[in-house]
């Protein structure tokens, strides 16, 4: 099977919406974690400062429906999550 070491995700946070607006931004950021670390297989997943900004830049009780991030592998245990440049 072929190793990823870059990818780019679009991962929908519709779910989010499903429970209190109170607190959806947070959980849309722990979905973000563990979409990551179940498609790439790493227990630590670093979330970039730009992917937490756009996540809460419509306030905390409206994230947006989805992101398009890019997934890279620092080691066999650890990935990061950056903004997808969109053009």
Do not use: C
Not at 3 to 18: A, C, F, G, N, Q
Not at 48 to 60: C, F, G, P, Q, T
């Amino acid at each position: 099977m072929k190793e990823k070491h870059d990818m780019v995700y679009t991962i929908p946070l519709r779910r989010v919406y499903w429970g209190r607006r109170k607190n959806r931004a947070d959980r849309a950021i722990k979905l973000i974690r563990k979409f990551i670390a179940r498609h790439f297989g790493v227990e630590r997943v670093l979330i970039d400062n730009a992917v937490n900004e756009y996540i809460w830049s419509r306030s905390r009780e409206k994230p947006p429906p989805r992101i398009t991030v890019r997934v890279i592998r620092i080691d066999e245990k650890t990935a990061k999550v950056l903004l997808a440049s969109i053009r």
